[in-house]
């Protein structure tokens, strides 16, 4: 009897299993086996070298039976018999096991007609799993030498997945019935899950042909819409345009990573995917843009001056500023310079003088209107993760400029405005920031732009209302009003041309005379700028167009009269010089959105109780002005204290549908109370203005060139101003300071003197 370990194997009685000679000799030690020989098959418990086997490696049942056959191909044959319980295992020195066995009957509760049922179902099982592949013939022969489920098992035994306990545990089972069951679940099992794996790799190699074929058939259809494209330039495609834009645009590297992978989604979407429009506009955009730096060039500073004086008449500070700046960026070899921010009236030319600009450095305008923004995505973009993004307009203007350095105007900074959405103003740091704009990411692009050549000119109508962290970047350019005189130069070389022109007048059908001008500016503006007078020469040229047309060869001569007869609306009522003096009232000076204006100090006293009545909608600036003008009365006259106590004072300021407030008509208000409380007339060709301080003092106010231009067309011949405003006076025009008597002031004491109603002897 010659005992073999085996593991890992099914063992089945009446079955033939099949051992390499040389395999057998090496993991069993087992040799010298003739046919006719007794053999016991015991089943180990772990695959271990048979040199290391004690008598607890073996399971307690194995199977007898014989050796069958040595063919010359090398193999043994054993044919298994009947099933042994295993008992005395002995393991001699040369290794060789001795045992004692006792045949394991079956109980054979299972008929041959559930046998023979059960048989062909695993047959059949087994030929259709067998049928997916290329060895199905000889599957087929090796099927129908199977005869029974214990043959099935053994058969099978070396590709199931099952461990040596389960093995092992069809062995132990006794009832053949219970036995063919579990043979049943573990073929059944082992035949799904091939059937499933072979399923799964199946799809998987009909995915790669699949994907193989399109590749093919796309490097196909790419070399095939070359030789379209080369024999019809005309009809080249999107994708091979767009290859050839982000080829030739110069763009950084990341820009161009990020195109490339866009470029990339739009092959694999296709031109009829819902996405294929968004990818299309986003490479068509980011491709249209210049990426090329423009390379500095010198600029001539008397051409550019020449250019300036023909687009803009006065505002010679402007363009010194603008000289000044040209100056610079011929000297250090850049694109860029100062951010400039114009601010002034309405109508005062802040906007059209960057075009201008843009014409002197031969470079390219684009406007980008800001009032009225609250969202920060209007400044850096939309992403592109939401339906309708679209880019900021900081890079639509750059992409409507069509070069990498235009003169850029933002216009109306001072009309931005925060909400929930954001705050554009702190979008807007990074783009005008020269430390941090030649890296602006715009959302909706996804990668560094840079603005750094870009001329950047933001304009305001006032710096009270625009955001503090813009103005700490931008130089302050004041812009003052025009006066009259400048008007009328603005009306006949520019205003007046161009209204004849856009209602089809030529030079010799019409005529607008000095006095017609002149009575417009004085009669029907009353404005810094010259955005009314041109609303006034567009209607006149409007109405004068029906005689035009009418009268073709005859030409019209346009004055005072006919711009009385013309106009819709009625004069504007400027407030003028008052025909009778009286105390208590002072002319001031104020400043509004539009330009200069006078008005009146008005006070009174009424019986009362020393009540201090305010009217004219003053704000709490003024109010508090007032307060201060009543306590330095007080002090500078004892005498009027019964006054002020036993009478009720009313300041009003004339025009009091018109809210009032600031900080400049303190030293008004102290000289009309002086005037009232002295008897003393102050002369109503005299006009102030000015903030006063407890102490007397009388500080420096804004608006100074707008206010004097106000007194001068009011006909004020004299006027106080603080004395810390002479550095203002400057930006006064030459007309205004020919006709006007201006006198600095530096406290109360001396404009009551000058305006006689303190007395000669009086000593600071």
Not at 246 to 254: D, H, L, Q, R, V
Not at 417 to 423: D, F, K
Not at 501 to 513: C, F, L, N
Request: net charge negative; proline share 4%.
């Amino acid at each position: 009897m010659i005992v073999i370990p085996v593991y890992n194997i099914i063992l089945a009685p009446e079955t033939n299993i099949y051992f390499g000679i040389d395999q057998l000799r090496r993991s069993t030690g087992v040799k010298g086996l003739t046919v006719g020989d007794i053999v016991v098959l015991v089943a180990t418990r772990e695959n271990e070298n048979y040199k290391e086997m004690t008598p607890s490696s073996f399971y307690p049942i194995g199977m007898a039976g014989y050796v069958k056959e040595i063919n010359n191909q090398g193999y043994i044959v054993i044919h298994t018999e009947y099933r042994v319980d295993i008992s005395n295992v002995e393991i001699d020195y040369d290794h060789s096991i001795r045992l004692s066995m006792v045949r394991r009957n079956d109980i054979n509760d299972m008929s041959e007609a559930v046998e023979a049922e059960k048989l062909k179902g695993l047959i059949q099982e087994m030929r259709d799993y067998a049928s997916g592949f290329e060895w199905a013939d000889a599957a087929e022969f090796w099927l129908r030498q199977i005869d029974s489920v214990d043959k099935a098992a053994s058969a099978m035994s070396p590709w199931l997945d099952i461990n040596s306990e389960e093995r092992y545990a069809i062995l132990a089972e006794d009832s053949r019935l219970r036995r063919a069951e579990m043979i049943e679940e573990a073929l059944y099992g082992f035949l799904e899950v091939g059937r499933i794996t072979n399923e799964a790799v199946t799809s998987q190699q009909q995915e790669h042909q699949q994907m193989y074929r399109e590749q093919a058939i796309k490097r196909q259809m790419e070399h095939l819409q070359r030789e379209l494209d080369e024999m019809h330039p005309e009809n080249v495609s999107d994708i091979q345009m767009f290859e050839q834009k982000i080829a030739e645009s110069g763009m950084n590297e990341t820009a161009r990573k990020e195109a490339e992978k866009v470029l990339n989604r739009l092959k694999q979407e296709g031109n009829h995917s819902a996405e294929a429009g968004l990818l299309y506009d986003y490479l068509d955009f980011v491709t249209g843009l210049s990426w090329t730096k423009e390379e500095a060039h010198h600029i001539d500073l008397e051409e550019a001056r020449t250019v300036l004086d023909e687009d803009h008449y006065g505002l010679s500070k402007v363009k010194d500023r603008i000289i000044q700046q040209i100056a610079v960026m011929n000297l250090r070899k850049e694109q860029r310079g100062s951010i400039l921010l114009f601010v002034g009236a309405p109508g005062t030319g802040k906007t059209s003088i960057g075009k201008s600009i843009a014409r002197a450095l031969g470079r390219e305008y684009v406007r980008v209107s800001l009032g009225g923004v609250h969202d920060e995505s209007d400044i850096r973009g939309h992403r592109r993760t939401y339906i309708g993004a679209m880019p900021g307009r900081i890079m639509d203007g750059i992409s409507k400029s069509g070069v990498s350095n235009p003169v850029m105007v933002l216009d109306e900074v001072d009309k931005l405005s925060a909400s929930y959405q954001g705050n554009p103003a702190s979008a807007l740091l990074e783009a005008l920031d020269p430390e941090q704009n030649n890296t602006f990411t715009d959302h909706y692009m996804n990668v560094p732009y840079d603005l750094s050549a870009v001329l950047f000119i933001c304009t305001a109508n006032t710096t009270d209302t625009s955001p503090e962290p813009l103005l700490n970047r931008m130089e302050v350019i004041q812009f003052s009003g025009y006066t009259p005189l400048e008007k009328l130069q603005i009306a006949k070389r520019h205003l007046a041309p161009k209204a004849m022109g856009t209602v089809g007048i030529s030079d010799g059908q019409m005529e607008i005379t000095d006095e017609a001008i002149e009575t417009i500016i004085s009669d029907y503006t009353m404005e810094a700028g010259v955005r009314g007078l041109r609303k006034c020469i567009d209607t006149l040229c409007r109405v004068f167009a029906v005689r035009v047309a009418s009268q073709p060869d005859e030409k019209f001569i346009v004055d005072s009269d006919s711009v009385r007869e013309s106009m819709e609306t009625r004069p504007v009522q400027h407030n003028r010089i008052l025909p009778e003096p009286k105390a208590g009232v002072v002319t001031g000076l104020a400043w509004t959105p539009v330009g200069g204006e006078i008005l009146y100090i008005e006070t009174m006293f009424t019986r009362g109780k020393g009540d201090l009545i305010i009217t004219g909608q003053l704000g709490d600036v003024m109010k508090e002005s007032a307060r201060i003008a009543v306590t330095l009365v007080k002090s500078l006259f004892p005498d009027s204290e019964r006054l002020f106590r036993e009478g009720d004072l009313h300041i009003h300021v004339p025009e009091g549908a018109v809210p009032k407030d600031g900080p400049s008509a303190g030293i008004a208000l102290t000289t009309a109370l002086a005037s009232l409380v002295t008897g003393k007339i102050v002369d109503p060709h005299t006009a102030m203005t000015g903030e006063v301080a407890l102490r007397g003092a009388v500080t420096p106010i804004g608006g100074l060139p707008e206010k004097l231009m106000a007194a001068e067309r009011a006909g004020i011949t004299r006027a106080f101003i603080p004395e810390a405003n002479m550095y203002d006076l400057k930006d006064v025009a030459q007309e205004v300071k020919d006709k006007i008597e201006i006198t600095p002031v530096s406290n109360v004491e001396d404009v009551l003197y000058a305006v006689g109603i303190l007395p000669v002897t009086y000593e600071a």
